[in-house]
Structure formats: C-alpha cells, structure tokens
C-alpha cells in the first residue's frame, strides 16, 4: 500500500527546527519507467465522413465471427452446427453468430421527434432508457431474427457481437437456450516488478466550473505528486510514482456553454468562451507536473477536441507552457500503453456511460467486465454513442487484453480482479471523477493493486463533512 | 543568519498579515519545502513560548484511512484545533507538518489555495525547483528540440515544414514571395543574382548569428534564404518588415528578425528582391496598408520559394564585397515609412543598383514618363519600359542614397553618400533613368 511505504521511512518530523542541511533538503529521483504508448490505432488520419456507419457493423462481425465460432466450439462442442441465419431451418439445434440489436421504445429517435404525424415532443433527457417492452434481435450479414429465452435482455446492448445456441421455432423466432461472448483476448505476461512503483490515475478535475470548491483539493494532489508535500517518508513514497494519467473531463461542463451559438451577437462579441480561462489553468497545472512527473492528458467529453470516439488528443498549442516538457503526453481518448511492461487500456468514461444508459447494470465496473467479456471497447458506438465512420477495421476491439483496464469519471472509485479463460488477470479501475469526490488512484505496478488517495480540506461546514459518507 | 527568518515570517505574519504557506514561503526565500516547513513551525514554537500570540495554523495530515473496510491514503489540511481528531481517525500516520500560519482564524481553506496560486503563478518557471524530488526527464526542450519533433509529427507534409521555418521569423516569411517573382521576372538575369544572394546569404546568416543570439539554428538556417529578401527589406523604405512585423506572432521575434534586416548590408541581395518588389508593390499600391499585409503572406510565399531557388546557385562576386559597407546605414534609414511612390522609386532603382555592372541586360523597368497631354497638362505616367544597362553598383548607390533623403530617419552617413553619388551619378549619367538626383545635378 502507498501508505505503508511511504511511513516506512525512518524520517525525521517535520515537526522540528530547521536543523543542519542534509536532512531536511533531501531530494528523490523520480523512478522513470520504459514507457511505450500504443495509442496509434486510436488515432484518426484524414477523415471522411461520407460514408455509411453500417461498414463498421458489417467489420466488426467479420473480425469477430472467427473468434465467435472458436469460443462456440470450444463450449458447446466442436461438432455444434454454425449456422448463418440465410441457413436456418426450423427446429434444427444450432449455433448462430451476429450482432444484437436492441430495440427500444424509449431510445430517442430523431426521426420520431421531426415527424410530424406522431406529434411528439422532444423526450426530457432520461437517467435510463430502457424498459419492458425491449426487444433483442440478432442480425448477420443479411438477416435478422428475433431472440427469446435464456438472455437477458436488460443486460444486452445493442452492438455486442455474441454467439448464441438455441433453436429456431415456428414462428420465426429463435430461442435461446445459451449464448457465449468472445470473451477476453490473449494477454503477453506481465513481468515481474522488483520494487514498487505506482502510476497515478485522476479524471473529471472540472477545472473552470464556477464552483472552485475542489481546486485546494487539485493543489494538493499536485503538491502531493511533485513531491512537495508531506513528510520525508511521504516525499521519497511519492518518488515512486512514476507516472499521472489524466483519464479526461478535464475542463468542467460549464465551459460547454451552447448559448453563445444561440445569442445575439452583440450580446457575447466580448465574451470569451468558458473554456479558454479553463484551458489557462489546466496549462498551468500541468506545467506544474510536467516538472516532476511524465504526465499522460487524454481528453474527456467536456474537452476541446471532437466529440465522436475515438476522441483525438488535444492540440499542443493550447499548452504553450507545459508542451516544451518531453514530459508531456498529450493522447487519445481510449488510451493505450505499455507502462514498464503493464499494458494499461482505458476510456474517459463515455462508452461506460452510454453502456449505463442502455441496460440495467449500474455498477461502472460491472460494465468494465462486461466490455471486456465482450472483448469490445464501445459496442453501442455507433448506434447511440458518438463514432467516426470506420470501414476497414473496427479498431475498438481488444486484440491483446490489457493488464490494468480503466475509465474515468465514475462516480465513485471502484476496483476489481478479474480472470479470463487463458489465464489472464485483469485489474479493473474505476477512475472516480475528482470534482466531485477529491479522490485519485494509485495502482501499485508490482502487485497490480489499487488505492484511492483522498485529499480534503476544510470549511465551515467542518461538522458535516466528517459526517458524510464518502462511499456511494 | 539561522534566525532572520524567524523575522522574515514575522513580518510576512503580523505586518504584512498575509497566510504564510510553506510554498510561499519557500518560493519566497528561496528555500527547500522541507526547510519552510520546519521554519514554521519553529517560528510558531517560538511565537508561542515568548508571548501568547494571535496565530493560527494549518496542519496538514496525511495517512491511512480505513473507511467502510476500503483503505485509502487520505491527505488532508486541517486546522490545528482538528489535529489530533484527524489523526486518532487515521490507522497509520504518514506525515504531519504545518500547512501554513496565519493571524486570523481560516473558517475555510479557499485562501490557503489562492497564496499558493499566486505564489505559483509568479514563479512558474521553477515551480519544482525547491521540492523534494527531481526528475531527470523533465526538463524543457530547447526550441530546436521542439521543432525538430514537430517536423517529424509533420513529416507527411514538407509544405508545412516550409512554412513554418518561415513563421519563425517576419523576415523569412518575406522572403519566400520575393523569391518567386524575383524568378520569373529575373530568369535571364539569375546567374548572376542567385550567386551572389547566397554569398550574401551566408554573411548574413553569420551576422545575424552574432547579432541575434536569441535565434536559433533553425531560423538561421531559413534566414540564410532570406536574406535577400530581408536585405531587400532594409532597402524598402521599411513597409514590408513592418508588414511582416504586424503578421507574425511574437512581437519579439519579430522585431528582432527585423533588426537582422538592418543589420543585414546586401546590397546584392536588393537586386534580386527588387526584382520582385515592381509587381508587389505596384499591387500594393493600389490597396490600403492593411491589404497588402495580408496579400504579402501568399506573394511572400512564392517570392520565398524563387528566392530560395536562386540562391542555390553559388557564385561569389567579390565585386559586390565592395559596396556592402554603404548598405547598414541605409538599412536604418529605411525604417521610416515612405510615400508608396518613392517606395517605388526606391525599388526601381536599387533593384537596378542590385546587379553586377559588368552585365549587360534588358530588364523591365518602372519608369515615370512626364508629357504634356491634349489639354496642356503635365502628365507623369509610370510604367515598365524595358531598358539595357550596364552600369556598377556605385552608379545606384547615390541614387538610392538620393530617394532616401525626403525619408525622415536619415542619418549622417546618408549624406556622405550623397556627395559619394553625386560625383558617381554625373559620371553614369546617360544610361541612368531619371531620379531625383536630378534635380540636383542640372544645377
């Protein structure tokens, strides 16, 4: 644990008279790691955007399908029958791969909203959009069919790629009797650590909202990381920490101010957008870290960039401060890397979020499991998430299982090993957004174990505070 | 010495009644954080004993923090009074020091983080300097450095590359469209100019190496090729350099890019970029100054592309070595905003003056034809005639010295050069197009 390393030290208080030199101006070199990002796949070239969404369907199953029918194989019997749905015959015991579709009355739909003849008003925004009335439907290359039975349709999101074992009845129906996901990818072995070394995880640092009750709580963090902070026992502890990742929603929501599009001109000609002032600072505080620390920035949904996935970094120019630092990483959103021989993979949170939206799990780590099950990043991207028109490949699927698998803004910190079917270990992080919780994590590269730290202050509602429970 | 700062945090405390943090006071004094810590606490130790006075301070706490059987590392700033509250919660103390000392009571902890901030902000440079830990890789590129990995971000796209030498510097940019131009017009006449715009080039660029040590290598390398536009700059009655002056980002960069083109003495150079003035400024003359700034920006880029193409020729003329200790004065000079007319003038003459002597060609040239018309008015037209000429330098440097005089920066060796010209000018006179040494002369 960070904790115990960093009390293990037999330092002096700090509690004492400035004494002789040597002992208080202890200086620690930051552990640097080999670092090898391998976010290229993620990284969007000239972009078109004249094409059909369909073609990433129509790659995804055909990247899958293979996958699909060794895992069917391999549960239910090498001999069981893969059929496409052109092929069907009824009654006859088979195994068919597609892609699930949801069908959902409450999803909204802009053609509802525009049609006149239905004479709706524009749905509110919902917490969740499904409901009892959903229907799962399974498509391949030509057909689609209507599933019943044994799946759970509040757990299925529209755009998983699954193997299903069932039978087709008469009324042109299939049912279920079992189904099998692609489930996790290879994993290349993690080698071992000797000493500790942590990289830390923070997202949602909200900074320009103009509530600024979490900035004494980002300051501290900072402090804390460059090693300015604490005793010596906690600064040769924060030595270790050998990189920060920045898993997105760095600018708060309120720089995402829509009005000025729909102003009057001469109402906002000396307004400066939200985000400009957001962007200053977040300059500032990373010049802060990139001083100290290899800082890894991947952008969120709030940030400055696009807003279809994969999201591209943010552009160097807005960080005249920091971006002279080769400390710097400026990264896509999902990121991937190989930290000192742990390959991390995350998101910004926006796949889980959207995820959350289309099913009844909650639990954001849940969700992590269940996208790595599905060895996909962001099945519902197209369909109700933001995506670039991919046609060749669809680069969301997990070719290599990473080690540490994360996303950021959740509501609260949350971790979990998992294990897959080839003997791999997966860490899974739920990243907590820090405006809101003044939490961060610290994953331990050696034992692949994560801790939240959590940096408070005080106010005048100090009673309180000590009262309320953080966990939710 | 061990003990002033006890008076330094008095001050800050009591007089001043600021929130002295340890960063504050360590970005303050100067000193390590860890140092700054214990200061403070030594001065509120010592506050305390010798008279009980009105501080307050922050603590803060760092340790475990076993909650609802999840631990995690807390950190926290706390007020002395909640101290021991925080660390019976915590399981294992990790750090206790002093956050910051204060006169007044904090009910709330914004202040300690606008100190900071500020603090911060002031010094941003050496944020990290007095902290405990060091980072060998964190140190900041050079601009050399930094441009060498952009280019090879932008390695799919050379065109970028060009430009962006050019952004380095007002100068550079200027140079690419008079280098374009400057080819079509002065095919014939490259041979000879390209030469010498590189010789120049390479005097200039060790020039500027020494008078501009803010430049790096990269811009010296795309001011090599710029130099004759930039020379030809300082010949232009300073509108162009001030024009680039308005486009470029950085009004430092700019202005002493623009120093490099006075300081720069080509008069060769002139040549091949007076070549390409004519047309530009001709264009120009008919739009407002705002104009031209910005359709200099695409002209400059091919005027740049020719420049650079003629330079690659090499050819050192050592006759033109003669004539480069007249131009630095004239380079000066030329700051001063001319009439577009005699800016014309200027051109005409000094892109003739920029040729070897020893040449004869025909070349196009601005001329201003004076007649009288049908109702017996006086008519001065300008217009391109083609001429041959074959005269030295000498013979345009009076002239250009001559155009210079109406400008109101003229300096003493201006006039020296008059005299120099005008013995120059009677002697050339009849392949010389009317100036306005003229007027002197007919006297």
Not at chain 1, 109 to 120: A, G, Y
Not at chain 2, 118 to 123: F, I, L, N, Q, R
Request: hydrophobic content about 30%; aromatic content about 6%; proline content about 6%.
């Amino acid at each position: 644990m960070f904790s115990d390393l960093s009390a293990q030290k037999e330092g002096s208080s700090l509690l004492c008279r400035p004494a002789s030199e040597d002992q208080g101006l202890a200086v620690f070199e930051r552990t640097s790691l080999a670092y090898s990002p391998s976010s290229e796949r993620y990284g969007v070239g000239e972009r078109s955007f004249s094409r059909q969404y369909a073609h990433i369907y129509a790659a995804r199953l055909m990247q899958m399908r293979p996958l699909l029918s060794e895992r069917a194989k391999e549960k239910w019997g090498s001999d069981v029958l893969i059929r496409k749905l052109c092929d069907l015959e009824t009654g006859e015991q088979c195994c068919i791969v597609g892609t699930l579709f949801k069908r959902m009355e409450l999803q909204p739909s802009i053609l509802k909203e525009i049609s006149e003849e239905h004479n709706l008003l524009p749905q509110p925004a919902r917490a969740k959009y499904i409901s009892e009335t959903d229907e799962l439907i399974l498509e391949d290359e030509l057909q689609r069919i209507k599933l019943e039975g044994k799946i759970d349709k509040n757990k299925c999101v529209t755009g998983s790629v699954i193997a299903i074992y069932g039978a087709e009845r008469n009324d042109g129906k299939f049912t279920v009797e079992d189904f099998c996901t692609a489930d996790l990818p290879l994993q290349t072995a993690r080698p071992s650590l000797s000493s500790d070394r942590f990289v830390l995880l923070a997202s949602g640092l909200g900074l320009g909202s103009s509530r600024a009750d979490s900035m004494l709580g980002l300051q501290l963090l900072v402090d804390m990381v460059t090693g300015q902070l604490g005793d010596l026992g906690e600064q040769s502890g924060a030595a270790t920490i050998s990189r920060v990742l920045l898993a997105g929603n760095l600018l708060s929501q309120s720089t995402q101010d829509k009005d000025a599009s729909t102003k009057a001109k001469y109402l906002t000609k000396k307004t400066q957008a939200g985000s400009v002032e957001a962007i200053r600072l977040l300059d500032e505080l990373l010049l802060q870290l990139v001083a100290s620390v290899p800082v890894d920035v991947m952008p969120g949904q709030y940030d400055p960039t696009n807003y279809t996935l994969p999201q591209q970094p943010l552009h160097r120019c807005m960080f005249p401060l920091s971006s002279v630092y080769p400390t710097l990483q400026l990264t896509s959103n999902p990121y991937q890397a190989d930290i000192d021989g742990v390959r991390f993979l995350g998101t910004s949170g926006q796949n889980v979020c959207d995820i959350q939206r289309y099913s009844s799990m909650d639990s954001h780590v849940e969700i992590l499991e269940e996208t790595l099950r599905l060895r996909h990043l962001a099945p519902t991207a197209p369909d109700t998430l933001g995506c670039y028109p991919f046609y060749l490949k669809d680069p969301f699927i997990l070719e290599e299982c990473p080690h540490v698998y994360f996303s950021g803004n959740a509501p609260a910190f949350e971790s979990k090993h998992i294990k897959g079917p080839d003997g791999q270990e997966v860490l899974l992080v739920t990243v907590p957004e820090f405006s809101s919780t003044q939490t961060a994590c610290l994953i331990n590269l050696r034992t692949l174990h994560c801790e939240p730290v959590s940096f408070s202050a005080f106010s005048a509602d100090e009673d309180e505070e000590s009262e309320m429970n953080i966990s939710h | 010495m061990d003990e002033l700062y006890l008076d330094n945090i008095d001050e800050f405390v009591n007089d001043h009644d600021k929130i002295v943090t340890y960063k504050w006071l360590s970005l303050t004094l100067g000193i390590h954080v860890n140092t700054a810590k214990q200061m403070l606490f030594h001065y509120l130790d010592h506050k305390r004993k010798e008279s009980s006075a009105q501080l307050h301070a922050t603590y803060l706490v760092s340790g475990k923090f076993v909650d609802n059987g999840q631990t995690s590392h807390k950190v926290s700033v706390v007020r002395e009074e909640q101290l021991e509250d925080v660390k019976a919660k915590m399981s294992l103390i990790v750090s206790v020091h002093v956050y910051s000392v204060q006169k007044a009571l904090l009910k709330d902890s914004g202040p300690l983080y606008s100190v900071d901030y500020d603090a911060v902000k002031d010094s941003l440079k050496n944020c990290s300097k007095y902290s405990a830990i060091r980072c060998a890789t964190a140190v900041p590129m050079s601009s050399l450095e930094l441009q060498q990995a952009r280019e090879m971000h932008r390695a799919p796209s050379p065109e970028p590359e060009n430009k962006k030498p050019a952004m380095n510097g007002n100068g550079i940019l200027a140079s690419k469209p008079s280098a374009k131009p400057a080819k079509g017009i002065m095919g014939m006449f490259a041979n000879k100019s390209t030469p010498k715009n590189q010789d120049s080039g390479r005097e200039m660029k060790s020039e500027q190496k020494e008078d501009a040590p803010v430049v790096d290598a990269p811009k010296s390398r795309p001011a090599a090729k710029a130099n004759p536009m930039m020379n030809f700059f300082g010949s232009q009655p300073a509108k162009k350099p001030e024009k680039n002056v308005k486009e470029e980002e950085a009004a430092q960069s700019s202005s002493t890019a623009a120093e490099k083109q006075r300081r720069s003495p080509q008069p060769e150079q002139k040549r091949g970029d007076a070549v390409a003035e004519p047309q530009k400024n001709t264009k120009n003359d008919s739009r407002s100054k705002n104009k031209r700034i910005e359709d200099s920006d695409s002209e400059e880029d091919k005027m740049e592309k020719k420049k650079r193409r003629r330079i690659k020729l090499p050819e050192p003329d050592s006759s033109d070595e003669d004539v480069i200790p007249d131009s630095p004065p004239q380079m000066e000079t030329r700051e001063a905003s001319p009439s577009p007319k005699k800016e014309v003038e200027a051109v005409t003459h000094s892109y003739q003056g920029n040729f070897d002597g020893k040449i004869r060609k025909r070349r196009r040239v601005l001329k201003s034809r004076t007649f009288v018309d049908e109702e017996g008015c006086i008519v001065t037209e300008k217009g391109y005639e083609s001429e041959s000429y074959s005269e030295t330098e000498d013979d345009f440097q009076p002239t250009k010295q001559a155009l210079r005089d109406p400008f109101k920066a003229s300096s003493s060796k201006d006039d020296e050069k008059k005299s120099q010209k005008k013995s120059s000018a009677s002697a050339n006179k009849g392949t010389k197009q009317a100036s306005i040494m003229g007027f002197f002369q007919k006297k």
